[in-house]
């Protein structure tokens, strides 16, 4: 790195990042940042596990409705975290926010234990939303500037996938703490929101080792001090892989002037006017696995105990395999997002999910599915339906420029959501309600149609991002041109 004047620097810094062989460091990033998908999974899990149970008079006594209310402010909590902690993320670094989003969710998980009506229940998930909100930037965002860019679209879809090892643990959590022969009914769901939510005070503890992201440095002005981190982490490299890495001059540079924040106006200049098909691409994928994802999720026991008669204590078994579906979707098929290229895989993942969601409403509709055959279709959808809503996160973090990552990511995940997953949580409570399994269909086909749209917009518009290099996909708007 060469200082050019006071304000205005060269560096090498993306170059060194994306050279890295994989090692412990990356490992590291993937675990720290991993965990916290895993321990959301376990708790949402746990709470479309716990839908049926908290409607019992002994617990809180919510309706179907309300069950899909509660879903809506989680999700309604996660729009608002996400804008709000996005915008810090992009201003005083990801490392800072690590800590302040998760210490938000741990605690209102505790708390979401100690409910005593729905209104109380609704707050603290509104509150928990908010600190995953918040995760869902910082982490996406510094997941996608530490990893070398050949590895980028399957890390990024295998850690966002990592929420379904949470789910299998929920599943089979839910099955212990919902067993009346251990815990009263009142006391199993409160344990588990509780357990919950102590647990991720590992989180907390692990990140501690995760250095603030050099990119985000370098464009914040803070050259030398990205300087620092990388030698580190080439240090290792070297000391773990016994390899010498070649003389930083005979990597590309960049040049660049350091600034402190991004003006918003600025940021929207961006995502409207220049970066509009773009903004139009991620909008969409985000909008449509949002409705997708939320409608059936947070319904998902519903389903089981009113249609085909599971017993509350049951439906953790009928979980198990569905989150299973939908980690090893992105697991088995991340890698092909690199070497196949974004524009082809996502279509694919969209296109195939949405199908297959639209060929299960009408099977449900007919009633020519037991509860283990709803339980394997939905396992297909969503291996292909994983894949594609991981994709999403990638697509909107990688295809802005880097002073905007996160507050872009923010953006599409809090209009995403807000026009799809506040809907549909809310939409499908009111269909299973009213007992009429057509009713419902046309809820499935309209979660796969949106899929299936998603897909065509991603095959016409979609950014050729594979293996390349963040500020080659998007120059960062701190750039200096020669």
Not at 90 to 109: E, M, S
Not at 343 to 371: C, E, K, N, S
Request: overall charge neutral.
């Amino acid at each position: 790195m060469d200082a050019v004047t006071e304000d205005v620097f060269v560096t090498d810094v993306p170059a060194r990042l994306d050279r890295l062989p994989w090692g412990r460091f990356h490992w590291l990033v993937v675990s720290a940042l991993g965990i916290t998908w895993v321990l959301d999974g376990l708790e949402v899990t746990l709470v479309g596990s716990l839908a049926a149970v908290i409607k019992h008079p002994d617990a809180l006594a919510l309706t179907d409705s309300q069950v899909g209310l509660t879903g809506a402010a989680y999700i309604a909590g996660a729009v608002c975290g996400a804008l709000f902690f996005g915008w810090l993320t992009d201003r005083l670094g990801r490392k800072r926010l690590f800590t302040v989003t998760v210490a938000v969710y741990l605690v209102a998980t505790i708390l979401s234990g100690f409910s005593w009506d729905f209104w109380s229940f609704a707050f603290f998930r509104f509150v928990t939303g908010a600190g995953i909100g918040g995760e869902y930037s910082a982490i996406n965002s510094a997941i996608q500037e530490l990893i070398p860019a050949r590895y980028r679209g399957a890390t990024d879809l295998i850690i966002n996938g990592s929420f379904w090892v949470g789910g299998v643990l929920g599943a089979l959590g839910s099955i212990v703490v919902l067993d009346p022969a251990i815990f009263a009914i009142d006391v199993g769901w409160r344990l588990a929101f509780v357990i919950g939510g102590s647990i991720g005070i590992v989180i907390i503890y692990v990140r501690r080792f995760i250095p603030e992201s050099p990119r985000w440095l370098m464009t914040h002005g803070r050259p030398r001090d990205a300087e620092r981190i990388i030698e580190r982490i080439e240090a290792d490299a070297a000391r773990q892989h016994g390899i010498k890495l070649a003389p930083a001059s005979e990597l590309p540079t960049i040049r660049l002037r350091g600034r402190h924040s991004t003006p918003l106006l600025e940021v929207a200049a961006n995502l409207v006017r220049i970066y509009r098909r773009r903004t139009l691409v991620g909008l969409t994928l985000m909008t449509s696995q949002a409705f997708c994802y939320n409608a059936i999720f947070f319904t998902y026991a519903l389903i089981l105990t009113k249609f085909y008669g599971i017993p509350e204590t049951g439906v953790g078994w009928y979980i198990f395999p569905f989150a299973a579906g939908n980690f090893l979707g992105p697991l088995l098929l991340g890698r092909f997002f690199d070497s196949l290229g974004r524009r082809r895989m996502i279509a694919g993942t969209y296109g195939l999910a949405g199908a297959l969601l639209a060929v299960t409403g009408f099977l449900f509709q007919l009633d020519a599915l037991t509860a283990s055959g709803q339980t394997v279709a939905w396992m297909i959808v969503f291996f292909f339906a994983s894949a594609a809503a991981s994709s999403a996160y990638l697509t909107v973090g990688e295809t802005f420029p880097l002073e905007m990552r996160a507050l872009s990511i923010a953006v599409f995940y809090a209009l995403g959501t807000a026009l799809g997953g506040l809907i549909g949580p809310a939409l499908f409570g009111v269909l299973i309600e009213s007992g009429d399994r057509t009713s419902i269909m046309w809820g499935y086909f309209l979660g796969g149609g949106l899929m299936m749209l998603a897909a065509v917009v991603q095959a016409i518009w979609g950014v050729s991002a594979a293996r390349l290099p963040l500020e080659s996909v998007a120059t960062p708007l701190s750039h200096v041109p020669p």
